[in-house]
């Protein structure tokens, strides 16, 4: 399985950003997928899921923020990220979150500035 990550880049606080993640092969249907983050010197941290059936859950840090979203058809899941802070600045990565593959990719690079 390949994630290629996309749409990330430079932002104002406050301003809104819209990332992608394309999964290659024929499971992603079938899979949960969410959107992970990581800082320098921090753990990859889970901020948003959504179930193959389309539940949703997210990190009290993005609530009523952020939204995910999924296009099975073209096995791509969205991160639509609005009113961003600075502390949103991270590289943005998708994955299983429950039972992550092993190549995460090279994730796409957010930065809020202030």
């Known amino acids: 399985v390949q994630l290629q990550a996309s749409g990330g880049g430079l932002v104002q606080a406050g301003g809104s950003l819209r990332l992608s993640c394309v999964v290659s092969?024929?499971?992603?249907?079938?899979?949960?997928m969410g959107w992970f983050r990581q800082t320098p010197g921090k753990q990859r941290e889970l901020v948003a899921s959504?179930?193959?059936?389309?539940?949703?859950n997210y990190a009290d840090s993005v609530k009523g923020r952020f939204t995910i979203s999924r296009d099975n058809a073209a096995r791509t899941v969205y991160l639509q990220m609005s009113s961003v802070k600075p502390d949103d600045t991270a590289v943005y990565y998708c994955?299983?979150?429950?039972?992550?593959?092993?190549?995460w990719g090279q994730g796409t690079q957010v930065t809020v500035s202030s």
């Open positions: 092969g024929d499971i992603f249907s079938l899979n949960d």
């Open positions: 994955n299983n979150p429950a039972r992550p593959w092993d190549n």
């Open positions: 959504i179930t193959s059936k389309g539940r949703v």
